[in-house]
T-cell receptor, first 113, second 115 residues
Framework: GNSVTQMEGPVTLSEEAFLTINCTYTATGYPSLFWYVQYPGEGLQLLLKATKADDKGSNKGFEATYRKETTSFHLEKGSVQVSDSAVYFCALSDQSGGFKTIFGAGTRLFVKA | GAGVSQSPSNKVTEKGKDVELRCDPI?????LYWYRQSLGQGLEFLIY????????KSGLPSDRFSAERTGGSVSTLTIQRTQQEDSAVYLCASSLYRDIGETQYFGPGTRLLVL
């Protein structure tokens, strides 16, 4: 079945540091890939997505590239801010999975001033 | 416009009682999803509805869990004879339609505590 594996947290960084959160997936079809973010006290919201291989999703300075050859969708940001502190979820959806979205366990990011 | 709303925001109940959780999706969204988020865990899919099609109930953990969606809009998740392991945050999401690339819009969740 489909699955998503992302790096365990928490990840603690200083402001302006480079961020990478690894995400790899297993899917039988051709999935769409997502990063959702949950800020403290708020609901989940879409951060970015990519719907086919080699696509790059980007938003708010975050980027992730859909790598079919390595089945990965790593999240990166060149310079994090305190306001980026949140829980980040990698997710996939594909037709063979009945259109269900499968989420990773989430990675908590703390950014220190 | 209005986002996805859920009620109640918090619910404390005693073991063995039934609870109902409500979700109001974004107007015009045909797909509606329920998830469970346990402490420190990812999101566990429970059920989804798409228009008038039969719901996909494959994620419901037991027959104590059921959900309905009336008139293609509001949905209610019912947990009968609650157990302590049911304690979690229950999230509802909606999307314009069901497609693998569709963005889901989440509500704030209902935090359920079973004593």
């Amino acid at each position: 079945g489909n699955s998503v594996t992302q790096m365990e947290g928490p990840v603690t960084l200083s402001e302006e540091a480079f961020l990478t959160i690894n995400c790899t997936y297993t899917a039988t079809g051709y999935p769409s890939l997502f990063w959702y973010v949950q800020y403290p006290g708020e609901g989940l919201q879409l951060l970015l997505k990519a719907t086919k291989a080699d696509d790059k999703g980007s938003n708010k300075g975050f980027e992730a590239t859909y790598r079919k050859e390595t089945t990965s969708f790593h999240l990166e940001k060149g310079s994090v801010q305190v306001s980026d502190s949140a829980v980040y979820f990698c997710a996939l959806s594909d037709q063979s999975g009945g259109f269900k979205t499968i989420f990773g366990a989430g990675t908590r990011l703390f950014v220190k001033a | 416009g209005a986002g996805v709303s859920q009620s109640p925001s918090n619910k404390v109940t005693e073991k063995g009682k039934d609870v109902e959780l409500r979700c109001d999706p974004i107007s015009g969204h045909t797909a509606l999803y329920w998830y469970r988020q346990s402490l420190g865990q990812g999101l566990e899919f429970l059920i989804y509805f798409q228009g008038n099609s039969a719901p996909d109930k494959s994620g419901l953990p037991s027959d104590r869990f059921s959900a309905e969606r009336t008139g293609g809009s509001v949905s209610t998740l019912t947990i009968q004879r609650t157990q302590q392991e049911d304690s979690a945050v229950y999230l509802c999401a909606s999307s314009l339609y069901r497609d693998i690339g569709e963005t889901q819009y989440f509500g704030p969740g209902t935090r359920l505590l079973v004593l």
